[in-house]
């Protein structure tokens, strides 16, 4: 067999073994992505903390606001709009909410944090700033995926399958070469 034989097989496989990859990693990333699955996983977007009227008292007599949740989920990205409807000023870590106004939070890094809280009997409240999964990261996903499986898969075909055709594979094997094919 000829180089340019060999070429154009290669390059036939390969291009057969890339839609095989393609699809086969495709369905495995989609099937991990969907058994795993969970509210982050989505685009950035703004959320309202909405303070209530009365929470100041019920925070001086000890008493949790059920309305406020002690740990929040966000995606890199998101804004937390903290609005207070109370009569009190409140502070959420770095933000100063006078009563009556609002203040926003842009959650920049994927991170785990703990701010000091004047709204909650705890005196925290717990953030936690995921990386959102989005189309283009699961496409990215595809794109580093997909060429290191058909460079995997076309090295091993090669060793299952050599590149040349099986009727000169079989006399090549037997000692016969393209001047004497009788050769035994």
Same mark, same amino acid.
């Given at each position: ?133 989005? =189309?283009?990261? *699961?496409?990215? %996903?595809?794109?580093? +995926?997909v060429p /290191? $499986?058909?460079?995997?898969? &076309? ?7 050599? =590149?040349?055709? *099986?009727q000169k %594979?079989?006399?090549? +094997?037997?000692? /016969? $070469?393209?001047?004497?094919? &009788?050769?035994?």
């Amino acid at each position: 067999m000829n180089a340019r034989t060999a070429l154009r097989l290669g390059i036939r496989r390969a291009i057969i073994l890339f839609l095989i990859s393609l699809v086969l990693v495709w369905a495995v990333s989609e099937g991990a992505y969907l058994l795993q699955k969970d509210k982050s996983d989505r685009a950035p977007r703004q959320i309202e903390l909405v303070i209530p009227e009365g929470t100041a008292a019920s925070i001086a007599a000890g008493q949790p606001v059920p309305s406020l949740p002690e740990e929040m989920v966000f995606v890199v990205g998101d804004t937390l709009v903290v609005r207070n409807d109370d009569v009190s000023d409140h502070q959420l870590g770095p933000l100063w909410v006078p009563a009556g106004t609002s203040a926003s939070l842009v959650m920049e890094q994927a991170n785990r944090y703990a701010y000091t809280c004047s709204f909650q009997a705890s005196k925290f409240l717990g953030l936690t700033v995921k990386q959102a999964t989005t =189309l283009s990261t *699961r496409l990215s %996903a595809l794109g580093l +995926a997909v060429p /290191a $499986t058909t460079a995997f898969l &076309f090295v091993y075909s090669i060793l299952i399958w050599p =590149l040349q055709p *099986r009727q000169k %594979a079989a006399a090549t +094997a037997s000692g /016969a $070469t393209e001047e004497n094919p &009788f050769k035994p």
